[in-house]
């Protein structure tokens, strides 16, 4: 595709329900990154992938986030047991290789947690 | 601890003005800055990274060590600037990386 994409655009859900989120990176690109922006906390860095691979899950917020990647490419980001202060927009980035200034980002998925 | 203070959550200058949006860092190791922006309804992108010490769009920032600072200036704002900025500081040997809270930089005609 031209860009990273990311799906669903908008989710709302009710408080304790499990929500996927879904990024399509650039294809080719090697190095897929998760990041969430919020009113509370700013822009916070989640999680990255080196192919498959996450090396650090530490700064996902709590046991209750995973994150995976299959085949080198599609990402979901799982929120277990959905809690108000997870609401929030979730973006997606992708790089053809891991660096932190090489980053096309996707349009983000935008989760209320009612 | 790591630290990414952006002290001013609106900036506001009109047409034509010099401008400074601040950054500040907390970082034992060697520091690698970025700045980041986000246009209104558009995707986040990277604007500069200090590393590469060009200019993009008019504008510069410089790694002040000493000040522990990485300010982004431009000599003169367009209305075309007009966005969210963060300040960005990559540390834990480049595998992670922390934020500023951002600032809104507003451009009056």
């Known amino acids: 595709g031209a860009g990273v994409s990311q799906s669903p655009s908008n989710k709302v859900t009710e408080k304790g329900k499990d929500v996927e989120l879904r990024c399509d990176p650039i294809?080719?690109?090697?190095?897929l990154y998760w990041y969430r922006q919020s009113l509370g906390q700013g822009l916070e860095f989640l999680i990255y992938?080196?192919?498959?691979?996450?090396?650090?899950k530490s700064g996902l917020p709590s046991d209750r986030f995973s994150a995976e990647r299959t085949g080198g490419s599609v990402s979901t980001l799982t929120i277990q047991r959905t809690q108000q202060e997870d609401s929030a927009v979730y973006l997606c980035?992708?790089?053809?290789?891991?660096?932190?200034?090489?980053?096309?980002f996707g349009p983000g998925t935008r989760l209320t947690v009612t | 601890a790591q630290r990414v203070t952006q002290p001013e959550k609106l900036l506001s200058v009109f047409k034509g003005a010099p401008v400074e949006l601040k950054c500040n860092y907390s970082?034992?190791?060697?520091?690698?800055l970025f700045w980041y922006v986000q246009y209104s309804r558009q995707r986040l992108q990277l604007l500069l990274r200090h590393i590469s010490r060009e200019s993009i769009k008019g504008f510069t920032a410089d790694l002040n060590k000493g000040e522990t600072s990485f300010h982004l200036k431009k000599p003169f704002a367009q209305e075309e600037d007009s966005a969210m900025y963060y300040c960005a500081l990559v540390y834990s040997s480049a595998s992670k990386i922390i934020f500023g809270s951002g600032t809104r930089l507003s451009i009056r005609p």
């Open positions: 980035a992708s790089s053809f290789r891991l660096g932190w200034g090489e980053q096309y």
């Open positions: 294809s080719g690109h090697t190095a």
């Open positions: 992938f080196q192919g498959n691979s996450a090396p650090d």
């Open positions: 970082y034992s190791g060697s520091p690698e």
